[in-house]
């Protein structure tokens, strides 16, 4: 298959996977598993900012020299401020809450709890876009092999993002195949929000160092505001620093190894 349409789906293919774990659990995932799967996804999304993102953009602006870190650092807070901004105006609920965020809005829960998570797959989405129109515009920093690489680690912290959206919509009746429709479509933003980027690909490379690091804000966004307060609540919060330490390792050996 064509290395571009795998950059594209895998991202997808790893939310659809893990929906798919509605049809093996019960009801609601364990409690200590699901908090070694968010400290999981932690440590791929974090891997993948620093050296996919963060790395390849202060890369490219070498020649500047110690400012080589301005467009990183201005891309890294405008990532920040665009998802603290659609916080704000998206009505959503996270895992584990019962207090909704955003504007008032009468949608049910599911739709609130699904947009949470199609919130955050949108930037992830976008950076593999952005490293994809990279790689095929000829830049020297990012390889095919590293575009790959990003779209299998966003893929692997898919894998327990999916299960944890489709799993707890069984406890309010939904069939598993809705279940698994409705986990799986959170996920079809990703490969969305990618190609959108690649076509708008002669924009995007000019300002490639700038994207790169938005993309890793936004990433880092979910991580500290959703991701590690949740596998961070309660008791045994050490299981999700151990699955933390697992997807962080994993991302950056593939990373450095593809890439």
């Not at 093996?24 to 993948?48: D, E, Y």
């Not at 390889?143 to 898919?158: H, M, W």
């Not at 690091?213 to 949740?230: H, K, N, Q, R, T």
């Amino acid at each position: 298959m064509n290395p571009i349409y795998i950059a594209l789906l895998l991202p997808f293919a790893g939310t659809a996977l893990g929906s798919s774990f509605v049809f093996l659990l019960k009801n609601k995932i364990p409690t200590l598993f699901q908090k070694a799967l968010l400290g999981f996804a932690s440590g791929v999304m974090v891997a993948a900012s620093v050296w996919s993102l963060l790395i390849p953009a202060m890369n490219m602006c070498e020649s500047s020299g110690k400012w080589a870190v301005m467009p990183a650092l201005i891309g890294f807070l405008c990532g920040i401020a665009f998802l603290l901004l659609m916080d704000r105006i998206i009505p959503h609920l996270h895992l584990n809450s019962s207090t909704p965020e955003g504007p008032h809005s009468k949608l049910s829960r599911t739709s609130m709890l699904t947009l949470a998570v199609t919130l955050h797959n949108l930037p992830e989405g976008m950076s593999v876009g952005v490293v994809l129109a990279g790689a095929l515009e000829g830049s020297v920093e990012i390889s095919s092999a590293a575009v790959i690489a990003l779209a299998a680690g966003i893929a692997i912290q898919n894998i327990p993002e999916g299960a944890i959206i489709s799993t707890p919509l069984r406890a309010e009746n939904y069939s598993k195949s809705h279940a698994f429709f409705l986990g799986a479509l959170s996920g079809i933003v990703e490969p969305i929000g990618a190609i959108l980027t690649l076509l708008l690909a002669a924009y995007v490379i000019p300002i490639l160092p700038y994207l790169l690091a938005f993309s890793a804000g936004s990433m880092m966004y979910v991580v500290v505001e959703e991701l590690i307060p949740e596998s961070a609540a309660g008791k045994h919060s050490n299981i999700g620093t151990i699955g933390f330490a697992i997807g962080f390792s994993i991302m950056m050996v593939l990373d450095v190894v593809l890439g």
